[in-house]
């Protein structure tokens, strides 16, 4: 198993900033065998990827958030991190982390991100 827990979100102004955090844990994680990846879902839509990076690690971004988001990991401290700038206020969403290879794709508890004047 796989333990994602989000942290990092909050109520921003349009134009502001956040950096999202997920870290890993669990039996099965191995930091170099999975895409990690941030996924958002606003009310009355689907869940929607926002960006995702490569264990290589080579990375790509919704068109929606290209410019202002910037997804990274940090192998030794089992984390990956999304940094949102210039936030609007269709930004705001739950924030989930997503871990995935194959056969396997672990879910965390999800981070609310608020973008409102």
């Known amino acids: 198993q796989v333990q994602l827990v989000e942290s990092g979100g909050g109520l921003v102004q349009p134009g502001g900033s956040l950096r999202l955090s997920c870290a890993a844990s669990g039996s099965a994680w191995r930091n170099f065998g999975f895409v990690m990846g941030w996924y958002r879902q606003a009310p009355g839509k689907e869940r929607e990827l926002v960006a995702e990076?490569?264990?290589?690690?080579?990375?790509n971004y919704a068109d929606s958030v290209k410019g202002r988001f910037t997804i990274s990991r940090d192998n030794a401290k089992n984390t990956v991190y999304l940094q949102m700038n210039s936030l609007k206020p269709d930004d705001t969403a739950v924030y989930y982390c997503n871990a995935r290879r194959i056969g396997s794709m672990y879910w965390g508890q999800g981070t609310q991100v608020t973008v409102s004047s």
């Open positions: 990076i490569t264990p290589s690690p080579s990375t």
